[in-house]
């Protein structure tokens, strides 16, 4: 069984940074893709960021492109997401999400909310002055 625990939400001015970790376990197979989601009250939850484990190959949703940062560490198991120049329309409850890769990209992947089984606690991540 999966299991993913996130961390590193918080409070951040505008234009500020904040990380976020994901400790995965439990993959049985190596091929599989783990990423981040985020809710925002009132809206669906939508994919920001994704990677394939065998190659890295990652994606980003337009909003994000160029301000946020998707990461790993072999060694650790975890998956990082480096959020830059935040705004507050990046506030939102923020997921990590994984299960094994059922399409033909990342991208594909990412943006389908319902291939994905395994999923984190989530965390608050607040974009105010």
């Known amino acids: 069984q999966v299991q993913l625990v996130e961390s590193g939400g918080g409070l951040v001015q505008p234009g500020g940074s904040l990380r976020l970790s994901c400790a995965a376990s439990g993959f049985t197979r190596d091929y599989y893709v783990i990423g981040w989601f985020r809710q925002a009250p009132g809206k669906e939850r939508e994919g920001v960021s994704c990677l394939l484990s065998t190659d890295g190959s990652t994606y980003y949703a337009d909003s994000v492109k160029g301000r946020f940062t998707i990461s790993r560490d072999n060694a650790k198991n975890t998956v990082y997401l480096q959020m830059n120049s935040l705004k507050p329309e990046d506030t939102a409850v923020y997921y990590c999400?994984?299960?094994?890769?059922?399409?033909?990209?990342?991208?594909?992947?990412?943006?389908?909310?319902?291939?994905?089984?395994?999923w984190g606690q989530g965390t608050q991540v607040t974009v105010s002055s």
């Open positions: 999400g994984a299960d094994y890769m059922q399409f033909f990209t990342v991208q594909a992947m990412c943006q389908r909310i319902d291939a994905f089984n395994s």
